[in-house]
């Protein structure tokens, strides 16, 4: 029973990101589809020549509640999943930090998660209608923070990897991780030039990027049930770096 119960009790925070992810893309949905099967209106906080909604121009009406909650949950489950991840790390649960880079590294992809969660919450409420300007630099705050998240994220794994031979599952977390966001780095470059020059050609990109955002947080799913059946301390820096089953490459 104490074999069984330790291989499951990291159910309760591996749906973390589970939730968070199908919040997020069931919402961002409903929110297309809605815009869609009421006749494509055109909201006031929309321009002239726009004929495709942004996802802000709809949460900024009737289902900005909505848009708040999803937001908000998104956000901090976002924000929850990296810092499990980096617990489950410093007790033994998940492939160690072996230096002090990839604990700055996983600091500095915390801290990125929350300026993110932060931009992401407060576009919600700063609506486009009602705060274009704000909304605008909240969302900016979003992107930039998720993109920094990313990246210091995956310079952690690949420099966890780089110290393990054979570590499997971490080198496929890194590339998943790599794949996604570079794609949505790029994505959100190219809204960024075609918000103000080619809106409709935005706002298809901003949908994209938003259903995208999906996949990264599913990402971290990945990573906290790699923990499953892994005792604490067992994965410890002390015990890994004297593991010949692992094999720690040399410090360079």
Request: a positive charge; one cysteine or more; glycine letters at 8%.
């Amino acid at each position: 029973m104490a074999i069984f119960s330790h291989d499951r009790h990291h159910w309760a925070y591996v749906w973390i990101p589970i939730a968070g992810a199908f919040l997020w893309f069931a919402t961002i949905l409903a929110m297309l589809i809605t815009w869609l099967a009421s006749g494509r209106p055109h909201y006031v906080s929309m321009d002239s020549d726009q004929h495709i909604a942004f996802i802000s121009d709809v949460g900024a009406d009737i289902l900005k509640p909505l848009f708040i909650t999803a937001c908000s949950i998104t956000g901090v489950a976002f924000i929850l999943s990296l810092i499990i991840e980096r617990y489950l790390r410093h007790s033994g649960r998940l492939m160690p930090n072996m230096r002090k880079r990839e604990r700055v590294f996983s600091t500095l992809a915390i801290l990125g998660s929350v300026i993110g969660g932060a931009g992401l919450i407060l576009l919600s409420v700063f609506d486009t209608k009602r705060h274009p300007k704000m909304h605008d630099g909240f969302l900016l705050m979003f992107i930039v923070g998720v993109a920094l998240s990313a990246i210091f994220t995956i310079a952690e794994f690949r420099w966890i990897s780089k110290d393990f031979k054979y570590v499997r599952l971490l080198k496929k977390s890194y590339w998943m991780k790599a794949i996604v966001a570079g794609l949505l780095i790029l994505l959100a470059i190219a809204f960024g030039v075609t918000e103000f020059t080619r809106v409709n050609v935005g706002a298809v990109l901003e949908w994209t990027i938003a259903f995208g955002f999906t996949l990264y947080v599913l990402t971290f799913w990945y990573d906290l049930r790699q923990s499953k059946g892994v005792h604490k301390g067992e994965l410890s820096a002390e015990r890994m770096g004297n593991s010949g089953r692992y094999q720690m490459r040399r410090a360079v």
